[in-house]
């Protein structure tokens, strides 16, 4: 028989560390938070439908908060329930009226396949991103030259972006040449023996 260590949980209650994996919303049973790290345990096993069980639970013990509700609209998402996402996303509009929903454009990409129409309002790396995923890849070279030339940038940021050019000007410029002739492959050369 396994003996497993006890853990004393949030609440004071000590628990065998089993109990406390199969059970983890028993402690807290109005925990909001609890019921959110369950919700991400669940999605990251890819039992979504439980997920979202989990996240409106949280999101009825505390409607207010912002990154619950964030990720019950991800994990309908990636669903693909789109009546549940119309309901979730008019909760969030009514429980937070000043501020964007987060992800927006991604979340609309996901579910319907919906590029912006401009990049106006954009981040320089949002702008890139979009384009490349709309595969506007005749605009990218100069968002990409304009971004680079920022003092701002980081160096892992700089290096994404040089990658990234690298790839469209492969895309733009198609594939490489192969320097053998068509229909014949490439041997290693033969070397002659010394005997």
Request: aromatic share 8%; with cysteine; charged share 25%.
């Amino acid at each position: 028989m396994r003996r497993w260590p006890t853990i004393t949980s949030p609440c004071g209650v000590t628990m065998a560390e089993s109990d406390l994996c199969q059970k983890p919303r028993a402690c807290a049973a109005n925990e909001a938070t609890a019921h959110t790290i369950m919700g991400l345990a669940l999605s990251g096993l890819g039992r979504d439908a439980e997920a979202v069980g989990s996240y409106d639970r949280a999101v009825a013990l505390d409607p207010l908060n912002s990154l619950f509700q964030t990720n019950r609209l991800w994990a309908l998402v990636s669903m693909r329930r789109v009546d549940s996402y119309a309901t979730a996303v008019a909760q969030w509009r009514a429980t937070h009226e000043n501020s964007a929903l987060p992800y927006d454009r991604t979340d609309r990409y996901a579910l319907f396949g919906e590029l912006p129409q401009s990049a106006g309002a954009m981040s320089p790396a949002d702008a890139i991103l979009w384009g490349w995923r709309a595969r506007r890849l005749a605009e990218l070279p100069t968002l990409i030259e304009k971004a680079l030339v920022s003092e701002k940038l980081a160096e892992d940021e700089r290096c994404e972006l040089l990658l990234r050019r690298t790839l469209v000007w492969r895309r733009l410029n198609g594939p490489a040449k192969p320097r053998s002739p068509p229909g014949r492959r490439w041997r290693w050369p033969k070397i002659a023996r010394r005997d």
